[in-house]
Each structure stands twice: as structure tokens, then as C-alpha cells.
């Protein structure tokens, strides 16, 4: 079983930057993925960003250039770094874990911009 706890998220004015990390625990061995996901209310859930364990990122378009995904590997614990936010950045992101064998979620946190 693994466990992923999420922090950082908040209310920012438009253009402000967040943080937010997740930190996971448990039966965590080999390689891994780990990502952020957002969902906006209305709308599905849609991938942010994920990185390997060897540090191979990908980014959806909308954030690309104003994010940074980042991984403590020591930690299990990976980042997210958001600039430049928008108001239609405003959603709960959750942090996923990719075992290839089993994946798992975190309860998710509130980022809301305001413009």
C-alpha cells in the first residue's frame, strides 16, 4: 500500500506562482512515474505534469513554461512549481503514483487564482 500527502496549495492573485509538493510512502521499490493532475469543476481530470524516476518530464501544453516538475527520490517526494498562474489554472490537483504494476492518488489540493 502507499500513501501520498499533498501540500502547498492556496489562493493566489493571477500571475502569483505556487508550490506544491507530495510526499509518498510505503511500499514504493524500482521505477516509478510520478505526475500532478488538476480538475476544474465541470471539467475531467487532465494531467499537469509527470516525471520519471530517471527525470524524464512531460508537461500538458496549457502549463508548459510556467511549470517545473521536480523529484526528491530519496524522499519520494515530488513538486510541482507553478508561475505566471492563471484563473483558469483555478482546480484540485492531485498527485498519482505509477508503480506499472499499481497506481495511486493523493486526496488532492485547492489551488484557486483569482484575477
Known amino acids: 500500500q502507499v500513501q501520498l500527502v499533498e501540500s502547498g496549495g492556496g489562493l493566489v492573485q493571477s500571475g502569483g506562482s505556487l508550490r506544491l509538493s507530495c510526499a509518498a510512502s510505503?511500499?514504493?521499490?524500482?521505477?516509478?512515474?510520478m505526475a500532478w493532475y488538476r480538475q476544474a469543476p465541470g471539467k475531467q481530470r487532465e494531467l499537469v505534469a509527470s516525471?520519471?524516476?530517471?527525470?524524464?518530464?512531460n508537461y500538458a501544453y496549457s502549463v508548459k513554461g510556467r511549470s517545473t516538475i521536480s523529484r526528491d527520490n530519496a524522499k519520494n517526494t515530488v513538486y510541482l512549481q507553478m508561475n505566471s498562474l492563471k484563473p483558469e489554472d483555478t482546480a484540485v490537483y492531485y498527485c498519482?503514483?505509477?508503480?506499472?504494476?499499481?497506481?495511486?492518488w493523493g486526496q488532492g489540493t485547492q489551488v484557486t487564482v483569482s484575477s
Open positions: 510505503g511500499s514504493i521499490f524500482g521505477r516509478n512515474v
Open positions: 498519482n503514483i505509477d508503480l506499472y504494476r499499481s497506481m495511486y
Open positions: 516525471i520519471t524516476t530517471g527525470g524524464m518530464t
